[in-house]
């Protein structure tokens, strides 16, 4: 029941800040140059005026700005995302499709730099300032500071066309009717790859951060006390250390929840994967105005989601945080 | 990438071997029927219906499932499709098609001429790019028995000019779906319905479309594949990768970027080549907007043409693939081309002298005016052009600025706002001039059409040239007609055609009978086979 409440109160609270969003957002495509005929035209090599402005007809391009801004907000208030100029459906349609690649893309990949970052920042910490520090910090700096698209790029020309390990791109063999576990074996192994991606740019921070915290927490008088009463080395770290030093990483989940969002944009466009940041990338690209301001809706609402989960997180890692 | 030499001497030689021995493997083979065809596809298609949108991306698709009046057989010239004979009277104004017998639509109503009538007049005429144009004489189209459809048009209309749009502008659209609906909501335009080899199977947004076999083909025993999946994949080396791995064995319309094409050339997996898509030419462009003082100056503007070195582009920023142009006619048209040398030669004393006459002396700072240049993004290329006419224009005292947009901004921008001074991007030719290329030149058009004269240029001889070629029956008098408006384009250079060039595509030799049309990409397949 108190969570209940806790989660009502958390999401009134983000109301005005998505109603914020969505205007200034709505405000910022006014200002882009062309709309979504300009870009349908661009696509199709031509048109001419009379077509065009059919076409603006259809898509209620002919009112005003502010006349569309209402309009929008009154469909938003019934739970009304609009229909898509791209897709020629209604918005949540298009984004409810999208919504399962990038949230399977998203979790696998946070899963593998939380629990990447977390095992490489303990072995750090163990042996700080020793070789293998020295190798895993290095290692991590090298991937924080590799570009995305080129890590995925490389990644597909070593794993797909020399070695021919892993698939190029897409999210299940196209046409092959698998069903079941059959199915769920071809997406991870065709999702092998992009998680590697997305996963080992993140690593590089969750590594620091762990080694950090436990370089902290190792020197607090608690663990004195623990060794002191004559605990083995490895009880220590896992029971009294690990706990108390995974709180910042679970800070850092909640934070790089909405970067994740953004940044898997390229790795989906590399490994031709449905997302929704390609989606966002192409409503930009063709002015579908609807489309994006219905993604930003979604992307706002799951990263409310992720931080509430965090919340709790905190209250289970710590009780102190739960009074 | 490890290549060792052993492998880059069998490669190459592989491929001399191809190159000189072209398809010796394949004619004696016989086709083989079934297996599945993976096509690149680079972007998502808001509609598949080709009655309504004409553009390549569209017929990558749709042309296996719907189908045009006619087509470009090997030779270049108008083939049977949908339409098995054509006739016009001598006056220009009547023509009439005999339609094909037997053939029904793939949820087996029949094809008759009451989808020609509705097609050409409710779809054509109203909503198709290009066809809007070509058909705006179009008065009605009788359909006197269930296999004849005669087009009446207001003003005589070159049968050739007529047939060769139709390659492109005429595909049918069954009357029993479209008819009293909302033409641009049916759901027909993305789950298309038509009486081509394949049938549409299914559209996954983001991720792949497929077509099947359609069994009731009216070509007997065709078409060979079993299945055609196109797989979107929006990034360039991405789509190289996915070539490689065999995900995709074709990737067309210069879907890749220029460096992969380059090295896939000496990959002895694959064909790289512009044969097949010759129906295709564009050119690299550059507008001048006329309204800007400096810019209304003829002299200025071929000053301009002459500072850039457009060789050394091709050779050095397009892999040598292309060549200068010689006019707003590529010589890829033989029908039309008058032939000619390049109107305005590298050379920058010219150049110098030009805008000294034309009294722009350099500043104190040696700078004449400065300009702004707005690239219209069709391809890699375009920003390279801009950026090497910027620094090219920099010798001879023109400052440039870049004003980076992308494509619908730039659009917008330089057509509807007319806010720009140079602006460079593609000029697409369809075959004939008449189709997408005299409105480069036309006055008249109204503001903010994309593609079309919004320099603030205009000249009665050339309107009157262009509509004079557009209209004229005789075959011979026509081409010299364009001949006399070529001439006079290179003189006064409202715009200029930087480059002439074709489309190239990467496909994987397993595929056989690819590529063997002018425009093959666009056209059926039902006798493409994989070994």
């Not at chain 1, 989940?253 to 994967?273: H, I, K, P, R």
């Not at chain 2, 920058?348 to 690239?375: N, Q, S, T």
């Amino acid at each position: 029941m108190r969570f209940l409440l806790f989660a009502i109160r958390r999401l009134a609270a983000s109301v005005p800040t998505l109603l914020i969003v969505l205007a200034g957002l709505f405000m910022l495509l006014q200002f882009a140059p062309g709309d979504t005929v300009d870009a349908l035209v661009a696509q199709m090599g031509g048109g001419d005026s009379a077509m065009m402005e059919q076409l603006r007809k259809y898509y209620g391009l002919d009112a005003t700005a502010t006349v569309q801004l209402v309009r929008y907000l009154t469909r938003l208030v019934q739970l009304d995302l609009g229909f898509s100029a791209i897709y020629g459906k209604p918005v949540i349609d298009v984004i409810l499709e999208r919504l399962p690649a990038t949230l399977l893309l998203m979790a696998s990949s946070l899963s593998f730099a939380f629990a990447g970052g977390l095992v490489l920042g303990v072995l750090a910490a163990r042996r700080v300032n020793q070789w293998p520090d020295g190798v895993i910090s290095t290692i991590g700096a090298i991937f924080y500071a590799t570009p995305a698209f080129w890590l995925g790029l490389m990644g597909i020309i070593i794993f797909a066309v020399n070695l021919r390990l892993l698939p190029a791109g897409g999210l299940e063999e196209i046409g092959a009717g698998h069903t079941g576990l059959r199915r769920a074996v071809d997406i991870v192994w065709h999702l092998a790859l992009p998680t590697a991606t997305l996963g080992l740019i993140f690593l590089a921070t969750y590594l620091r951060i762990m080694r950090a915290s436990m370089l902290e927490v190792m020197t607090l008088d608690f663990v004195r006390t623990a060794r002191a009463k004559g605990l083995a080395k490895a009880t220590v770290l896992r029971r009294h250390v690990l706990r108390n030093a995974l709180l910042p990483m679970v800070t850092l989940v909640g934070l790089q929840a909405g970067t994740m969002l953004g940044g898997s944009v390229v790795v989906e466009s590399v490994f031709a994967l449905p997302g929704l940041g390609r989606l966002a990338y192409e409503a930009v690209v063709q002015r579908d105005l609807n489309t994006l301001l219905g993604i930003v809706f979604v992307s706002a609402l799951l990263v409310i989601c992720v931080n509430f989960l965090v919340d709790i997180l905190y209250a289970r890692l710590d009780p102190r945080i739960a009074n | 990438m490890r290549l060792t030499r052993r492998d880059l001497l069998v490669s190459t030689a592989a491929a001399a071997l191809a190159g000189t021995r072209p398809d010796v493997s394949s004619a004696q083979e016989q086709p083989k029927r079934g297996g599945t065809l993976s096509v690149h596809l680079p972007g998502e298609q808001r509609i598949l219906n080709p009655a309504i949108r004409a553009s390549t991306g569209v017929y990558i698709v749709t042309s296996k499932i719907v189908e045009s009046l006619v087509d470009l057989g090997a030779d270049g010239k108008p083939t049977p499709v949908l339409a098995t004979s054509w006739e016009a009277t001598p006056d220009g104004k009547t023509v009439t098609f005999k339609l094909r017998e037997g053939v029904n639509w793939h949820d087996g109503k029949p094809f008759t001429s009451a989808d020609v009538q509705y097609t050409a007049l409710e779809l054509w005429k109203k909503y198709l790019n290009y066809g809007t144009q070509l058909q705006q004489y179009l008065d009605a189209v009788d359909t006197p028995d269930e296999h004849t459809a005669v087009f009446r048009y207001a003003r005589p209309m070159p049968l050739p000019l007529l047939l060769r749009a139709l390659a492109d502008l005429g595909y049918i659209a069954p009357r029993h779906v479209f008819e009293g609906t909302n033409v641009l909501e049916n759901p027909a335009n993305t789950a298309p319905i038509g009486t081509g080899p394949f049938k549409f199977v299914q559209y996954e947004r983001g991720q792949f479309i497929i077509a099947e076999r359609n069994p009731n083909y009216w070509r007997k025993d065709f078409p060979y594949l079993d299945k055609i999946v196109w797989r979107v994949i929006a990034d360039k080396s991405a789509a190289s990768a996915a070539l490689e791995t065999g995900q995709i064995q074709l990737s067309t319309y210069s879907a890749l970027s220029l460096a992969d094409y380059d090295r896939l050339k000496k990959d002895a997996r694959f064909d790289v080549s512009s044969r097949g898509i010759e129906a295709n030419a564009f050119n690299n462009t550059l507008e001048f907007n006329v309204r800007r003082k400096e810019l209304s100056d003829v002299r200025v503007r071929r000053a301009i043409v002459h500072a850039i070195d457009v060789p050394f582009f091709i050779e050095n920023f397009l892999y040598g693939r292309g060549k200068p142009a010689t006019g707003p006619i590529p010589s890829s048209s033989p029908a039309f081309y008058p032939g000619g040398e390049v109107p305005y030669a590298h050379d920058l004393k010219k150049a110098e002298a030009l805008l000294d006459e034309a009294g722009y002396k350099r500043g104190a700072d040696g700078i004449r005016f400065a300009l702004k240049i707005v690239p219209i993004q069709n391809g890699e290329d375009v920003p390279l052009l801009a950026t090497y006419i910027q620094q090219s224009l920099s010798k001879i005292g023109i400052k440039i600025d870049i004003v980076n947009l992308d494509i619908a901004g730039a659009l917008s921008a330089v057509y509807r706002d007319w806010n720009f001074d140079l602006a460079t991007g593609w000029h697409q030719y369809r075959g004939d001039p008449a189709v997408s290329t005299t409105v480069w030149y036309r006055s008249g058009s109204p503001k903010g059409a994309p593609w079309t004269n919004q320099w603030g240029w205009q000249s009665d001889a050339v309107d009157k040239l262009i509509d004079d070629a557009a209209s004229e029956l005789d075959t011979e008098k026509r081409k010299l007609l364009y001949a006399d408006w070529v001439k006079v384009i290179n003189e006064e250079l409202p715009i200029w055609m930087v480059t002439e060039r074709q489309f190239v595509a990467a496909t994987s030799k397993q595929l056989q009978n690819h590529h063997i049309s002018p425009r093959w990409d666009s056209s059926d397949w039902h006798d493409t086979w994989i070994s």
